[in-house]
């Protein structure tokens, strides 16, 4: 390995965030028209780690969703998270 990637390896930040419980959970049962299933599922997540709720805000960033409908999932899921 050379001394530049050796070096950019160990200073680089590590994030762990925890997966979901299987792929696809916050969003199947809003799919199935459930909006309260699936925003219960995001709130057990974010009780767990707190940056679920900046990585719901960058899905409108790369058009996975709108502004709305991630503030209005906000609005639920910190609500179910308390």
């Known amino acids: 390995m050379s001394p530049g990637i050796a070096g950019a390896l160990g200073s680089a930040r590590v994030f762990d965030l925890e997966q979901m419980r299987y792929a696809g959970a ?3 049962p809003a799919h199935a028209g459930d909006l309260n299933e699936g925003a219960q599922l995001i709130a057990e997540a974010v009780r767990d780690d707190h940056r ?3 990585t719901m805000r960058r899905l409108v960033g790369i058009e996975r969703l709108n502004a709305r409908q991630v503030a209005e999932l906000e609005t639920r899921v910190t609500a179910l998270a308390k």
Do not use: G, V
């Open 26 to 28: 916050p969003s199947h």
């Open 52 to 54: 679920w709720l900046e």
